[in-house]
């Protein structure tokens, strides 16, 4: 066997070795338990910001839970039309009402006042805070709730599948949730609320009177990655928080690959700008093995630039089918890696300017 055979092997496994180590660890995350019933009085909290496309499918989802939970949806400042779908929505549904967010203060970020916003006033024990585009399976409310009561969670956030269509979401979403599972390592010990903190702003179930003693969303008004940060805001107060996968979540974040580039490069920026060895590792992880495979192809070496090929796909097969998408479109590697890390180091190299993309024409700075 020749040395860059061997090197090709070698390097070739080591990165399908990562993706299999993901995926085992993937399908050992526990589920949700059963449905708690009866179930704590919940409100839920829904931000909006020029959501005409999501929000009217999002609040149908939210009014048909089992648990039945009061929902205020809190406009903040939309001129597509959005609130006016809800408010027409809300005339003949009792348990929904529309409210509007008021201005920005200084110091505040909109999705974080909005949600202040819809927080004043009311009893409830529970506060869900969820956005536009998610879709909500009818017993998934019930479930987090039982969650929290069997493991002593004062937080439930949850991790849904990610919905993608044609090509530019397909190369660039499955990816980038490969890598932030990757990251998460341990589900068990997530779920748990063991290890670091980790949560998903898509659906965070908070026991108010825990989140209050924290300080609730005046003390995260200004933070770039406002779910990290109030996990870790529960956790430093002494509360307890789990993550979990859950099936019955599906969201479909961003439309094309112009929306989920720029939505990307603004998340990977905030979430792991901050940690420089993370990004090094990650980008050393995606870029050896197709820098190897394009030095292969450059001499001519076909069996060794198949072999890191192949097994470069077949990981990006494994992860995709097991985050819920279809495999065929691993047949795309190297692309698929490219376009991460890119996106990677350019949120990266965001994040160390100050200021990362915009997002709905609000600047986004550190």
């Known amino acids: 066997m020749s040395l860059t055979l061997a090197a090709s092997l070698l390097l070739g496994a080591g990165f399908f070795g990562l993706a299999l180590r993901t995926e085992e660890r993937r399908r050992q995350a526990p589920v949700l338990p059963a449905p708690l019933l009866p179930v704590p009085e919940t409100i839920v909290l829904l931000p909006i910001r020029d959501e005409r496309h999501n929000v009217a499918d999002c609040v149908e989802t939210l009014l048909g839970q089992t648990a039945a939970p009061r929902v205020r949806v809190i406009d903040d400042g939309s001129t597509d039309g959005s609130g006016e779908l809800v408010a027409a929505r809300a005339v003949s549904e009792s348990r929904l009402a529309l409210l509007a967010a008021g201005p920005l203060p200084p110091g505040w970020r909109g999705k974080v006042h909005a949600l202040w916003a819809g927080s004043q006033g009311g009893t409830a024990p529970w506060l869900l805070t969820t956005d536009a585009d998610t879709r909500h399976a009818p017993d998934l409310l019930a479930r987090a709730h039982a969650a929290a009561a069997a493991r002593g969670l004062d937080a439930v956030s949850l991790a849904g599948v990610q919905e993608v269509r044609g090509l530019g979401e397909n190369l660039l979403v499955p990816p980038i949730f490969a890598l932030l599972d990757t990251l998460l390592a341990d589900w068990e010990e997530a779920a748990a609320g063991a ?108 069996v060794e630039a198949t072999l890191l090929w192949a097994t470069g796909a077949a990981a990006s097969m494994l992860l995709r089918s097991g985050g819920g998408h279809h495999p065929a479109w691993g047949f795309l590697y190297p692309l698929d890696a490219l376009a991460l890390a890119a996106v990677l180091a350019l949120g990266t190299v965001d994040r160390r300017r100050g200021r990362l993309s915009s997002w709905k024409g609000r600047e986004m700075r550190v």
Do not use: K
């Not at 825990?210 to 509360?239: K, P, T």
């Not at 969201?251 to 490069?265: I, K, L, Q, S």
């Open 195 to 302: 290890g670091p903190p980790v949560a998903n702003g898509q659906f965070i179930l908070l026991r108010r009177e825990a989140w209050e003693a924290c300080g609730g969303f005046e003390a995260v008004h200004n933070e770039v990655i406002d779910d990290i940060a109030m996990v870790s805001r529960l956790r430093a107060g002494g509360f307890r928080t789990g993550f979990f996968r859950a099936a019955g979540l599906r969201v479909r974040m961003y439309r094309g690959w112009g929306e989920a580039f720029r939505g990307w490069r603004r998340n990977l920026g905030g979430l792991l700008g901050p940690s420089p060895r993370i990004v090094a590792a990650a980008l050393a992880v995606l870029l050896l093995p197709v820098a190897a495979l394009a030095t292969t192809v450059l001499a001519g070496l076909a």
